[in-house]
T-cell receptor, first 114, second 112 residues
Framework: KAGVTQTPRYLIKTRGQQVTLSCSPI?????VSWYQQTPGQGLQFLFEYFSETQRNKGNFPGRFSGRQFSNSRSEMNVSTLELGDSALYLCASSLAGAETDTQYFGPGTRLTVL | AQSVTQLDSQVPVFEEAPVELRCNYS??????LFWYVQYPNQGLQLLLK??????LVKGINGFEAEFNKSQTSFHLRKPSVHISDTAEYFCAVSGGSYIPTFGRGTSLIVHP
């Protein structure tokens, strides 16, 4: 079974631009979560989607948004990029997003904002 | 609300020595506990998890963890580490929320 894939793996953008990151979950998984990982803050939860609906949202500004498609693939968008948005963005999928589910992580997209 | 504290940000150890990575949690409901490992330039992968039953949980790569409800701890141990165990280790707790809460991570550095 193929793992979680994320594209692109690396991105370099400038302040003010916007960016879209993509995540393909493991086949059969319906829950997709996004995390921002930085050396200072660790893993911070962005949002979680289940069956095309945003079910949970972390404490991030409205510049961060996402969506999930009918095939469970997910995208996240960051508008008006700031230097502080530089981070590793991780996507994780699970069967149903239940409390007991294991999260399966992709390799991440490394975003650098100049 | 739930929270996780990983007491050590960095743990240096020599190869073949034992290691313990500490994790304490707080939660007002039943908890499910996880340890994940992140190798350089990779995402996180599950090492082991405690859902119920035996408090001693065995995982991959020779790691094990013990759930201690009275001390609200879930420490990770390995009796003999290898260079290849050098990585970042994350403890996570879920329960009462769809989303697990992760600790800040512990960097395990294994020296030859």
């Amino acid at each position: 079974k193929a793992g979680v894939t994320q594209t692109p793996r690396y991105l370099i953008k400038t302040r003010g631009q916007q960016v879209t990151l993509s995540c393909s979950p493991i086949s059969g998984h319906r829950s997709v979560s996004w995390y921002q990982q930085t050396p200072g803050q660790g893993l911070q939860f962005l949002f979680e989607y289940f069956s095309e609906t945003q079910r949970n949202k972390g404490n991030f500004p409205g510049r961060f948004s996402g969506r999930q498609f009918s095939n469970s693939r997910s995208e996240m968008n960051v508008s008006t990029l700031e230097l502080g948005d530089s981070a590793l963005y991780l996507c994780a999928s699970s069967l149903a997003g239940a409390e007991t589910d294991t999260q399966y992580f992709g390799p991440g997209t490394r975003l650098t904002v100049l | 609300a739930q929270s996780v504290t990983q007491l050590d940000s960095q743990v240096p150890v020599f190869e073949e020595a034992p290691v313990e990575l500490r994790c304490n949690y707080s939660s007002s409901v039943s908890v499910y506990l996880f340890w994940y490992v992140q190798y350089p330039n990779q995402g996180l992968q599950l090492l082991l998890k405690y859902l119920s039953g035996s408090t001693l949980v065995k995982g991959i790569n020779g790691f094990e963890a013990e759930f201690n409800k009275s001390q609200t701890s879930f420490h990770l141990r390995k009796p003999s580490v290898h260079i290849s165990d050098t990585a970042e280790y994350f403890c996570a707790v879920s329960g009462g929320s769809y989303i697990p809460t992760f600790g800040r991570g512990t960097s395990l550095i294994v020296h030859p």
